[in-house]
């Protein structure tokens, strides 16, 4: 009998069931049941959430279960749902849980299951990231076409063999790129951080096949693949990656960069959602 209490307060515990404990929280808060789209914004992209349509509720991301409001200055700490002008309602997580705060990888990817767990069945990743390829001025957002994980760590547990092979959508890039035929695309490659790579470290992730670097979006984009979810990834380049640029990297200007281009890249992104 022991074993069995063991076992069933281990169940309650799994990622999966606090994701569905967050979901049934957001759907009390917010009235509604079923979420079809998710975004997670990510540094230059928050002002997207005002132009996707109108907003229905916004919550703290502190009061929903397995979300800790975040301390990352320029990374805001709700999660709103928005109804858009075709019917369709976007879950706007504005909450993101880093690799680098050591939280554990479950924290990280909780955001991704709680939208799927909402119902969620496309999930747009977007984050602000340096650039390898260096004709990408600060605040030219671009498509992610694959990733290389360089975190040696994985949201999945024991042996969950999941397929990678489409898992930035080629058609939901296709749909992006009706929107702005100019978009570019490239391969994200997550480094754990928090400091920025040094031009070394660059140069190997451009070696690799790289072409933009940053600290967020592979380990997500793998959660949202194993819940089902089709996803997008977007990268607004607020800087050019060290070494690419002889300038000295710092997180002001990296913020900076991201509140300039903010309004364009806002736009584009609520003209894309509302195509998905
Ligand atoms: N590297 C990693 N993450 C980043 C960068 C970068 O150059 N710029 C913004 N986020």
């Given at each position: 009998?022991?074993?069995?209490?063991?076992m069933c307060i281990r169940d309650s515990h799994t990622p999966f069931a606090l994701a569905t404990d967050a979901a049934k929280v957001?759907?009390?808060?917010?009235s509604i049941s079923r979420h079809d789209i998710a975004l997670t914004l990510g540094s230059g992209w928050a002002k997207a959430a005002d132009l996707i349509g109108e907003t229905?509720?916004?919550?703290?991301?502190?009061?929903?279960?397995?979300?800790?409001?975040?301390?990352?200055?320029?990374?805001t700490g709700t999660i709103r749902s928005i109804k858009m002008a075709n019917g369709k309602h976007a879950l706007v997580i504005g909450a993101r849980t880093h690799f680098y705060e050591d939280k554990g990888v479950r924290a990280v990817v909780h955001?991704?299951?709680?939208a799927a767990a909402c119902g969620a069945k496309v999930m747009v990743l977007t984050n602000g990231a340096g650039g390898i390829k260096d004709h990408w001025t600060p605040g030219t957002p671009v498509l992610i076409s694959d990733h290389l994980n360089l975190t040696a760590s994985s949201p999945l547990e024991g042996a969950t063999f999941i397929d990678l092979t489409d898992l930035y959508s080629s058609r939901?890039?296709?749909i992006a790129r009706t929107i702005d035929p100019t978009l570019d695309e490239g391969v994200y490659v997550q480094f754990r951080?928090?400091?920025?790579?040094?031009?070394a470290e660059v140069q190997m992730a451009k070696t690799m096949g790289g072409h933009i670097v940053g600290m967020s979006t592979a380990l997500e984009a793998i959660a949202a693949r194993e819940a089902?979810?089709?996803?997008?990834?977007?990268?607004?380049?607020?800087n050019l990656a060290a070494g690419i640029s002889p300038e000295p990297l710092s997180h002001k200007e990296v913020i900076?960069?991201?509140?300039?281009?903010?309004?364009?890249i806002s736009a584009l992104l609520a003209k894309i959602v509302a195509a998905l």
């Amino acid at each position: 009998l022991r074993r069995q209490r063991q076992m069933c307060i281990r169940d309650s515990h799994t990622p999966f069931a606090l994701a569905t404990d967050a979901a049934k929280v957001i759907a009390d808060q917010t009235s509604i049941s079923r979420h079809d789209i998710a975004l997670t914004l990510g540094s230059g992209w928050a002002k997207a959430a005002d132009l996707i349509g109108e907003t229905i509720a916004e919550i703290p991301a502190g009061d929903v279960p397995g979300f800790a409001s975040s301390g990352v200055p320029g990374h805001t700490g709700t999660i709103r749902s928005i109804k858009m002008a075709n019917g369709k309602h976007a879950l706007v997580i504005g909450a993101r849980t880093h690799f680098y705060e050591d939280k554990g990888v479950r924290a990280v990817v909780h955001s991704v299951r709680t939208a799927a767990a909402c119902g969620a069945k496309v999930m747009v990743l977007t984050n602000g990231a340096g650039g390898i390829k260096d004709h990408w001025t600060p605040g030219t957002p671009v498509l992610i076409s694959d990733h290389l994980n360089l975190t040696a760590s994985s949201p999945l547990e024991g042996a969950t063999f999941i397929d990678l092979t489409d898992l930035y959508s080629s058609r939901l890039r296709d749909i992006a790129r009706t929107i702005d035929p100019t978009l570019d695309e490239g391969v994200y490659v997550q480094f754990r951080g928090p400091h920025y790579e040094t031009p070394a470290e660059v140069q190997m992730a451009k070696t690799m096949g790289g072409h933009i670097v940053g600290m967020s979006t592979a380990l997500e984009a793998i959660a949202a693949r194993e819940a089902g979810m089709e996803v997008l990834g977007l990268s607004l380049i607020t800087n050019l990656a060290a070494g690419i640029s002889p300038e000295p990297l710092s997180h002001k200007e990296v913020i900076e960069a991201g509140q300039m281009a903010e309004p364009v890249i806002s736009a584009l992104l609520a003209k894309i959602v509302a195509a998905l």
